[in-house]
């Protein structure tokens, strides 16, 4: 693909939180090639008037806007978790998501979102994988979360339930979607035929049986069938002994804090945060929409610029 038919769409996430401060810093900071490929997706009332804070009015006449997720004035109050503002986080992030799928785009960036906020609406949702996975017509568990950061890329395959939850739900099958989807996600970031590194579920991979028989029963026969399809695949082990090496392209971590702890701790606030396994490609920046600081003009805009370019790769956007 050209660097001239590259386009992205850019969610303002919660209305409330950080994310129309970042959005605008981000594109701010962006040239004006960079600039003509993004589409900002988001209440324009709210954009307009976090504009008007950060001394960015002048910015405003040069973005492709549209319209998305409208909340009532009384409830678009920066710092406040809001029902509405968290319906308004979805629908911008469905209306980029449905126009990346007709072609529109080639990826989505979405701002972080509030989960209170969302579940006070009533909407059922455990992170941006669950609503693209809904977007694009998929089982939930077919869509999975990568994170990147701190020259770390790590999918999970489990993500936001409690850690008894998601012990029922590893399996064997998932592991290998996980996997699968991790590989091709790493081909679009540039990196072909990655060499992954799989978590086991257990301290130790389960020692031998000495912790449990997880490992053995569930995450071996899945790299067993990963192997015979081509993949390089090494595991599983100790996600401690594993990222102490550092010897692959692509971890898989089979629950949340598997995967997040390392990545947080050596990219706090500036890693992103891809859904990935649909026809359509989410990343979110990996933090959270920092209510104790939203409409101060102190919120860092790093995640998104990085996002910018980790999902424009080789194809033209320089920040």
């Known amino acids: 693909m050209s660097a001239v038919a590259f386009r992205l769409a850019l969610s303002l996430g919660d209305p409330n939180g950080i994310g129309p401060e970042i959005a605008l810093k981000a594109l701010a900071a962006l040239s004006e090639d960079a600039r003509a490929r993004i589409t900002v997706y988001g209440p324009l009332a709210v954009l307009e008037r976090t504009a008007v804070a950060l001394g960015l009015s002048a910015l405003l006449p040069r973005l492709a806007c549209e319209d998305a997720g409208a909340v009532p004035e009384a409830d678009a109050q920066p710092g406040v978790?809001?029902?509405?503002?968290?319906?308004?986080?979805?629908?911008?992030?469905?209306?980029?998501?449905?126009?990346?799928?007709?072609?529109?785009?080639?990826?989505?960036?979405?701002?972080?979102?509030?989960?209170?906020?969302?579940?006070?609406?009533?909407?059922?949702?455990?992170?941006?994988?669950?609503?693209?996975?809904?977007?694009c017509d998929l089982p939930r568990e077919d869509v999975f979360l990568l994170l990147v950061g701190g020259d770390l890329r790590i999918v999970h395959v489990t993500l936001h339930e409690s850690v008894r939850s998601a012990l029922s739900h590893i399996t064997t099958e998932r592991v290998v979607r996980a996997v699968r989807a991790g590989a091709r996600a790493c081909a679009?970031?540039?990196?072909?035929?990655?060499?992954?590194?799989?978590?086991?579920?257990?301290?130790?991979?389960?020692?031998?049986?000495?912790?449990?028989?997880?490992?053995?029963?569930?995450?071996?026969?899945?790299?067993?069938?990963?192997?015979?399809e081509g993949l390089l695949v090494d595991g599983p082990h100790g996600a401690d002994v594993l990222l102490s090496k550092?010897?692959?392209?692509?971890?898989?971590?089979?629950?949340?804090?598997?995967?997040?702890?390392?990545?947080k701790l050596l990219a706090p606030n500036t890693s992103s945060a891809l859904s990935i396994g649909a026809d359509a490609l989410l990343s979110s920046v990996g933090h959270g929409s920092a209510m104790d600081i939203a409409g101060r003009g102190i919120a860092d805009p790093t995640a998104v610029l990085r996002t910018i370019a980790l999902l424009s790769g080789e194809k033209g956007i320089q920040i």
Do not use: K
């Open 246 to 263: 550092r010897a692959h392209d692509l971890y898989v971590a089979m629950l949340h804090d598997q995967g997040h702890i390392p990545v």
């Open 81 to 135: 978790v809001t029902a509405a503002a968290g319906a308004s986080a979805i629908a911008s992030a469905t209306a980029a998501l449905t126009a990346c799928r007709a072609g529109h785009f080639n990826a989505v960036i979405a701002c972080p979102h509030n989960e209170t906020a969302i579940h006070r609406a009533g909407i059922d949702f455990s992170g941006y994988p669950s609503l693209v996975a809904r977007v």
């Open 188 to 228: 679009l970031l540039g990196v072909t035929q990655p060499s992954v590194g799989v978590f086991g579920i257990n301290p130790h991979a389960s020692e031998g049986g000495l912790f449990g028989d997880e490992d053995g029963v569930l995450v071996v026969p899945a790299l067993a069938q990963l192997r015979a």
